[in-house]
């Protein structure tokens, strides 16, 4: 086979691997594109400002959503608090100061199984962890404990792997200079590390906002219209709606308007929660650039 036939084969074996890639590419962004289109239809009669702003009534079937998307910002928000420090010190803990060996691989193979176990087992933790032998009972602080625990194995391996790609030579330079490690790390390592740190913050807060079965068993109430004043009061959280709204309701033909415009807020306000941590990653990066 001659030169120019190998050359010729070559390209054409790269344009039929671009072309699949391509295909699975507009497939995928096009089932995407057609879901959100289709909530955003559903959605559109009862999306408004009272909508989103009004207590629930009569059963669900009329009023807003108010109570449910504070009940989820506030599960969120003290998710992501209570997971972020546990996750960066433990990742921290295994990348800086633990010695490597047979232990630390064994612990690190744990926690990325720990990310594939099924939501409804971490539920079943929380309810029996920190509703029962804790005191807490079904409320927003066991929830968002339950929560915390099941994104830590995204927010410590993202740190982990953040914490890795930041230079050797920048820990060097650190002690050479007669900082101590915890300087060298906390001066020189983290904010070298904060982008990618903030990479498996935000893959946990979208999974967090999203999840029901575990605030099913910890804490989410199914029509509860006031708004939580402690963190040991139940809440409503807009998944847990939807869930009722969409499968349990007794007028599901006529609360599936609301169900949609309760998905569509939900995806909304989960991508305004990762678009602040995607904002707070891009700006460390900017700035370390510049250093």
């Known amino acids: 086979m001659t030169n120019a036939a190998l050359i010729k084969k070559k390209r054409n074996v790269q344009l039929m691997w671009v072309t699949i890639c391509a295909t699975f590419a507009v497939i995928t962004v096009g089932t995407l594109a057609f879901l959100f289109y289709w909530i955003i239809v559903g959605g559109a009669e009862v999306i408004s400002w009272s909508f989103i702003t009004q207590m629930p009534e009569q059963n669900m079937t009329a009023g807003g959503i108010w109570p449910a998307l504070v009940g989820t910002i506030y599960v969120s928000l003290l998710t992501i608090a209570i997971s972020v420090p546990l996750g960066i010190g433990a990742a921290i803990y295994l990348n800086e100061y633990a010695k490597q060996g047979r232990l630390v691989r064994l ?9 594939g176990v099924p939501s409804i087992v971490y539920g079943l933790f929380g309810l029996g962890l920190f509703a029962a032998t804790f005191g807490f009972g079904r409320s927003l602080i066991a929830a968002a404990l339950t929560l915390a625990i099941m994104v830590l194995p995204w927010v410590i391996t993202g740190a982990e792997e953040a914490l890795k790609a930041v230079p050797r030579s920048f820990r060097e330079g650190g002690l050479a200079l007669g900082a101590t490690k915890w300087q060298t790390i906390r001066q020189l390592v983290l904010p070298s590390a904060i982008p990618g740190m903030a990479t498996g ?15 099913i068993l910890t804490g989410a109430a199914y029509f509860l219209p006031i708004i939580p004043h402690d963190i040991k009061e139940q809440f409503m959280a807009l998944p847990y709606h939807l869930y009722i709204l969409a499968t ?4 599901t033909a006529t609360v599936r308007p609301i169900a949609y415009g309760t998905a569509l807020v939900l995806i909304i306000l989960v991508i305004l929660l990762n678009s602040v941590a995607i904002f707070i990653r891009n700006y460390y990066r900017r700035k370390n650039e510049l250093l």
């Open 248 to 251: 349990q309701h007794s007028e």
């Open 201 to 215: 913050a935000i893959l946990g807060l979208a999974r967090a906002a999203g999840e029901t079965a575990p605030i």
């Open 107 to 115: 612990i690190r193979l744990s926690i990325r199984n720990l990310s």
